[in-house]
C-alpha cells in the first residue's frame, strides 16, 4: 500500500492547495512578522504567544501562517464562540480548518471533511458511541487500567503521561481496532507513538513536499508506509471474519456498512460499503484523536491530585462510593486549566460577518480554547484547579470547549470522560498519589497537542 500513502502524502500536503489570495486590508490587527515566525510561535510557544495576542491587541486578533501566509483570527469572546459554533457549516468549514493533519488522517477522515461526506461519516460513525455501546466499552477500559495500575511500584516516581499513552493507546487498540493479539499489538504500538511523537516543525514543514525526502520528515514517511501497511492488512483479514456481528470494536462496526439485501450494493440503511481507504481514515483518525488528548487530560489530573492531598481525598471517597460525577469534574477541570488542543478552527468558504468584523472568503477563525478556560469572566480565579466548579457552580455554555462544538463536536467526547473516569476509579481505589518534591510540571507543545513538559511526575503509595 505504499503507493497509496505516497499519494496521500503528496496530495494531502499543504503547499499542494492553493487558494485565492485574501485581501489583507480591512482584517483585525495582529502581529506584523513572517508567516514562518508567527507560525512556529503560534505551533511551538502558544502558551506565551497567545495570552500575549489578547494583551496586545484585544479580543480578536490576527496571525499568518504557512505554507501561504493566510490569515488565521482568532476570538476569545463567549458570544462570538457561540456564534462560530452556530453558524453555517457550509460556509465555516471545520474540514479545511484541520487540513493541517491531512497527510496523516487523509481525505475521508471525519474531521476533514465538510458537507455530505461530513454528515455520512458521522452517521457512520455515531452507532459505534451510542450508549449501548459505551456501556461495553467501560468493561474494557476498567479491566485495561486494573491491568495497567497493577505493574506500577508504589514508592517509585512515575512518569504519569508515560502511563497514561500506553494506556489509552491500549484501549484503543482494543476498542477501535478490536486487536487482541499481542504480537500484533507490539508491531501496532511503536508506529503509532511515532505519528503521534511528531514535532511542531515537522508539521509545519508539510506545507513544502520536497521536505518529505529529508530527516524527520522522511522518517514520517516511512513511519506511515508501515502504519498503512499493517491497518490495511487487519482490514482484509477483518474484511474475512464470518462473526463480525458479534464483534463489538469499532472497525467490524463500520464493516457491516452496506451489507444487506439491496441490489445497487447498499445495504438496508441505504449505505455503500466503505473502502479500505475509507476505514483507514477513520481509524487513524480515532486512534489520534482519542489517544494521546485523554493521556494528557489523565496524567494532568494525576499530577493536580498529587499538588491537592485535600482534592485527592475527595476524588478518593468519590472513586470508592461510585461518585462518577465528581470523578468527571476532575477530568472536566483538568481540561479546563491544561487544555490539549489550542483553538477550534473554521475555513470561511464565502465573505461573513464574525464578531463584528465583515471577513473575505479564505480567511480562518476560531475560538481560542486556551484564552476561553483562563478568561476569569467564564472561570472565577482561573489559575486554581477547583473540580467543584463543574458541580456547586454555573459553567456557561461555550466556555469549556476542549471538544469544540456545534455540529462537529467531538464525536468522542462522552467515550473520552468515561475513560477518564473509569481510569481515576481504579487508580485512586487504589493508590495515594503525590508529586515529585520539587517537580514543577509546564505545558509543551508535541504534534498539535499540548502535553506535561515533565512528564506528571507523580509517587504513589498503597491506600
Same mark, same amino acid.
Given at each position: ?8 502524502? $503528496? ?6 492547495? /492553493? ?48 505554507? @501561504? ?11 462570538? &464562540? ?11 468549514? $471545520? ?11 487523509? %481525505?475521508?477522515? !471525519?474531521? !476533514? ?24 466499552? =467501560? ?40 486487536? $487482541? ?36 520528515? *522522511?522518517?514520517?514517511? +516511512? ?16 474484511? %474475512? ?29 441505504? @449505505? ?31 499530577? @493536580? ?9 475527595? $476524588? ?15 477530568? /472536566?477541570?483538568? #481540561? ?13 468558504? *464565502? ?9 473575505? %472568503? ?18 472565577? +480565579? ?11 457552580? @454555573? ?13 462537529? =463536536? ?17 487508580? #485512586?481505589? &487504589? ?10 510540571? =509546564? ?21
Amino acid at each position: 500500500m505504499s503507493s497509496s500513502t505516497d499519494d496521500r502524502l $503528496a496530495t494531502m500536503t499543504l503547499g499542494q492547495r /492553493k487558494h485565492a489570495p485574501v485581501p489583507r486590508s480591512g482584517l483585525p490587527r495582529g502581529p506584523r512578522g513572517p508567516a514562518i515566525v508567527q507560525s512556529a510561535a503560534l505551533m511551538r510557544f502558544r502558551h506565551q504567544f497567545v495570552p500575549w495576542l489578547r494583551k496586545r491587541y484585544g479580543d480578536v486578533a490576527t496571525v499568518k501562517l504557512l505554507p @501561504e501566509g493566510r490569515p488565521l483570527v482568532l476570538f476569545s469572546r463567549t458570544s462570538t &464562540t457561540k456564534e462560530i459554533f452556530g453558524s453555517d457549516p457550509e460556509v465555516f468549514h $471545520a474540514g479545511k480548518g484541520n487540513a493541517v493533519l491531512g497527510p496523516i488522517m487523509g %481525505a475521508h477522515s !471525519l474531521l !476533514l471533511v465538510d458537507g455530505a461526506k461530513h454528515k455520512r461519516a458521522r452517521k457512520l460513525l455515531m452507532p459505534a458511541f451510542r450508549p449501548s455501546a459505551m456501556e461495553g466499552y =467501560r468493561t474494557v477500559v476498567a479491566q485495561l487500567a486494573r491491568e495497567e495500575v497493577a505493574s506500577w511500584t508504589p514508592g517509585e516516581e512515575l512518569r504519569s503521561l508515560e502511563r497514561m499513552n500506553a494506556l489509552t493507546l491500549e484501549v484503543i487498540l482494543r476498542v477501535v481496532f478490536g486487536v $487482541a493479539d499481542e504480537e500484533r499489538l507490539a508491531r501496532l504500538r511503536p508506529l503509532v507513538n511515532a505519528t503521534v511523537d511528531v514535532k511542531p516543525v515537522v508539521l509545519l514543514g508539510w506545507g513544502y513536499p520536497a521536505l518529505q525526502r529529508f530527516g524527520p520528515w *522522511k522518517k514520517v514517511v +516511512q513511519v506511515q508506509r508501515e502504519l498503512d501497511r499493517l491497518l490495511y492488512a487487519e482490514i482484509a483479514e477483518r474484511r %474475512a471474519a464470518t462473526d463480525l456481528a458479534e464483534r463489538t470494536d469499532v472497525l467490524s462496526q463500520l464493516l457491516l456498512v452496506g451489507q444487506g439485501e439491496a441490489q445497487d450494493g447498499r445495504g438496508a440503511g441505504g @449505505e455503500a460499503p466503505l473502502s479500505d481507504e475509507e476505514l483507514r481514515d477513520q481509524l487513524v483518525t480515532l486512534l489520534l484523536a482519542g489517544h494521546e488528548t485523554t493521556a494528557s487530560g489523565l496524567a494532568w489530573a494525576l499530577y @493536580e491530585l498529587g499538588r491537592h492531598p485535600e482534592l485527592m481525598r475527595r $476524588a478518593q471517597q468519590a472513586a470508592r462510593e461510585g461518585d462518577d460525577d465528581h470523578l468527571e469534574a476532575v477530568v /472536566k477541570e483538568s #481540561l479546563r486549566l491544561h487544555p490539549i488542543i489550542p483553538m477550534v478552527v473554521r475555513f470561511l468558504m *464565502k465573505p461573513a460577518v464574525v464578531g463584528g468584523h465583515e471577513l473575505p %472568503a479564505g480567511v480562518s477563525v476560531g475560538p481560542s480554547i486556551l484564552l476561553a478556560h483562563a478568561d476569569p469572566d467564564n472561570f472565577p +480565579q482561573p489559575d486554581e484547579f477547583r473540580p467543584s466548579r463543574f458541580l456547586d457552580e @454555573e459553567v456557561r455554555p461555550n466556555t469549556w470547549i476542549p471538544f469544540g462544538g456545534g455540529v462537529r =463536536r467531538c464525536i468522542g467526547a462522552g467515550f473520552s470522560l468515561m475513560e477518564g473516569v473509569e481510569v481515576l476509579r481504579q487508580v #485512586l481505589t &487504589t493508590y495515594d498519589v503525590g508529586v515529585v518534591p520539587g517537580h514543577t510540571d =509546564r505545558p509543551r507543545v508535541r504534534n498539535i497537542t499540548s502535553v506535561p513538559d515533565r512528564g506528571a511526575r507523580v509517587v504513589v503509595t498503597p491506600v
